[in-house]
């Protein structure tokens, strides 16, 4: 093991770190010289003088990229008879290092080093800034994780699950190893039941609990473990600090049925609330402020939560609302639709044949379909909010191909090919063209429509179904509430799609990306738009901005206040550094522990509102007033 540390993290007692820079070498001695023809000298050269900040930016990707290419190449041999997967259960880390070129070795030992730097270059130093200007923990903090950041680990005791037994089958090493020595059976722990949306019989996959539930997601990769730190410097603890981890994959109302996630979350909320004597400070990222603007009705329902319509004003001091994908997240709807989206449709076509031959599209989009949480997140709002054939309200000047256009097909000539699709249109589109039980398990959970009067908000209010959309229900009736919208903006982010029938013999799907169409806006058959790299920005900043100050929307006047932070990233930080917009990394960003201190130390007021992009010109094109609304 004193060898693996060595090659991976230069760890011998003589060896000094590797500079991530372009350095020059030091020669000492002609003999350190070589002769190279010409031809190699401008090629090395040229060589040298391209651009690295995207394979910095990528090192990630690439890293756990050498785990599925182990997979990949038993498929790459053509038959699978040839290698036994199951024997790569015992094959140690050191032994697949022994194999892997010496390049990728040191491109690993570089990685870690931008990451580990990433980590500690201002571990703490936000929350010791913070200290030294008098801010303390006031308002005990619960959080609650967006989709797939919380791990999920297998508590069945059948033959086919005693191997897994609390180990994590998402979120951790072993769901790789589980994933590479049979995939058929982590396929069968990872997806729900299609008939109930529950465990399939002899499966029983839960939520990881406590701040190892999403602090990293594998060992190296952090999520909330930089909020923790900052958290835990200005006096938070265990005591004082909760996160409210769920299995995302569970349509919501499940998660009260299987789980009482709902109940333990209330009464956490009203235990912290007693104990310190001060409301809670509820903080969500990305899907989290999805269920936690359901819990927000659920908590205050007859027959539910029962605590009713002044039990939030009673407990919440405030919600920070973090990358919120509020209006749902676009990407969602080719996930389920083909098993792709921009992160698969625009990879070179090796590594779209060793991925097709890992986990093909049709059982990505198999996976996706059998965790009906992922359904919440289809886009909210249909055409009044993401626009229509001609015309979307994010539409960029000088702009050739409209937004609005969700779905495209160049050559319209099936059912399966029906042309230009608008979010509206393509809702319908997409249950045509998967199983029944998908349809009705969507359907019966969650609701994407607009409601335009205050009479049929307030009928909302007891409908499940509904909880999930502010387009169709209110905020609580809590004056005292102040909502904080932090986001990040500036990165691009998939808008729309051009599609095309799936000619592939072997594949059960209809369509798939047209990955053949790059012209002008569009990149590989995907439309790119504003946001933070995952959400669009009209999701994140929509009810923030203009949805939340109409009054049937907001009747108690709740505070809204939204910062707003572009996406400035360090080129040669793998995570993109202190200044990041992105939707996951944004999470490390200095300046928005610094927000997340302020408002738990009950320093809110501090904060002034900062918006850059053109999220309220965008807001404005949307007209969603009626008379008896002013």
């Known amino acids: 093991m004193s060898t693996l540390r060595r090659r991976i993290f ?38 040298s003088e391209r651009p690295k900040g995207r394979k910095r930016r990528n090192a990630w990707i690439f890293g756990m990229g050498g785990l599925f290419g182990v997979a990949a190449a038993a498929f790459f041999a053509g038959n699978q008879e040839l290698i036994d997967l199951k024997a790569l259960a015992d094959v140690n880390l050191d032994s697949i290092l022994d194999v892997l070129p010496a390049g990728l070795v040191k491109d690993a030992q570089d ?4 990451e580990r730097d990433a980590i500690n270059y201002d571990s703490f130093s936000v929350g010791l800034h913070a200290k030294a200007e008098g801010v303390q923990a006031t308002h005990p903090v619960i959080m609650i994780p967006g ?7 297998s508590w069945g005791t059948d033959d086919q699950s005693r191997q897994f037994f609390r180990k994590r089958l998402w979120g951790s090493w072993s769901m790789m190893r589980a994933l590479l020595t049979d995939k058929a059976l982590w396929k069968k722990h990872i997806m729900l039941d299609k008939d109930t949306g529950l465990d399939p019989p002899g499966i029983k996959l839960r939520a990881a609990q406590g701040f190892d539930a999403a602090d990293f997601f594998i060992t190296g990769y952090w999520i909330w473990n930089k909020i923790l730190e900052n958290l835990a410097t200005i006096g938070y603890d265990p005591q004082n600090a909760f996160t409210a981890a769920y299995d995302w994959r569970l349509a919501y109302q499940h998660y009260e049925v299987r789980d009482q996630y709902f109940t ?28 936690l603007y359901y819990f927000l009705h659920w908590v205050e329902a007859e027959g539910y939560g029962n605590g009713g319509p002044g039990w939030v004003d009673a407990f919440v001091d405030s919600w920070i609302n973090i990358s919120g994908c509020m209006l749902g997240a676009l990407k969602g709807l080719p996930a389920v639709l083909s098993g792709e989206m921009r992160d698969t449709a625009q990879l070179n ?13 049709s059982e990505r989009a198999e996976i996706f379909r059998a965790m009906p949480g992922i359904a919440s997140m289809l886009p909210i709002g249909g055409d009044i909010i993401w626009g229509n054939s001609t015309w979307a ?12 256009n969700f779905i495209s097909f160049r050559e319209a000539n099936s059912t399966h090919s029906p042309g230009n699709l608008t979010v509206g249109n393509a809702l319908p589109y997409l249950f045509k063209n998967t199983d029944t039980w998908f349809k009705d398990m969507t359907q019966r959970s969650y609701s994407t429509g607009v409601a335009h009067t205050r009479k049929v908000v307030e009928d909302n209010q007891l409908i499940p179904a509904k909880w999930i959309n502010p387009l169709e229900t209110r ?18 982010t998939e808008r729309a799609y051009f599609y095309r029938e799936d000619q592939d013999p072997t594949s059960n799907l209809n369509v798939t990306i047209d990955t053949t169409l790059t012209e002008g806006e569009v990149d590989r058959g995907v439309v790119m738009g504003e946001g933070d790299g995952t959400v669009s920005l009209l999701s994140m900043g929509y009810m923030c901005n203009k949805g939340w100050k109409i009054k049937r929307y907001n009747p108690a006047g709740v505070q809204i206040k939204v910062v707003e932070m572009a996406h400035e990233p360090d080129r040669f930080n793998p995570r993109g550094g202190p200044n990041t917009g992105d939707h996951v990394d944004i999470l490390g960003r200095s300046s928005l522990n610094d927000l997340i201190l302020k408002v738990a130390g009950g320093r809110g007021e501090l904060i002034e509102e900062s918006i850059h992009s053109n999220i309220r010109e965008y807001s404005d094109r949307i007209q969603l007033h009626d008379e008896n609304d002013q």
């Open 10 to 47: 230069g760890t011998s007692a003589d060896s000094t770190p590797t500079s991530s820079g372009t350095s020059t070498p030091t020669l000492t001695a002609p003999e350190d010289y070589s002769i190279v023809p010409s031809k190699q000298l401008e090629k090395l050269t040229k060589k």
């Open 475 to 492: 905020l609580p009736l809590a004056p005292h509430l102040k909502i904080y919208c932090f986001y990040g903006h500036g990165k691009p």
């Open 147 to 153: 989709v797939i950041s919380t791990g999920l680990e």
């Open 264 to 291: 333990r979350l209330k009464n956490h909320i009203e235990l912290a609330a007693r104990i310190s004597n001060k409301k809670v400070t509820l903080l969500s990222h990305s899907m989290g402020g999805q269920v």
């Open 111 to 114: 990685m870690q080093k931008h």
């Open 349 to 361: 076509s090796f590594a779209v044949y060793g991925l097709e031959k890992f986990m093909s599209r």
């Open 393 to 404: 309200p994010d539409d960029r000047p000088g702009q050739n191909v409209t937004f609005g």
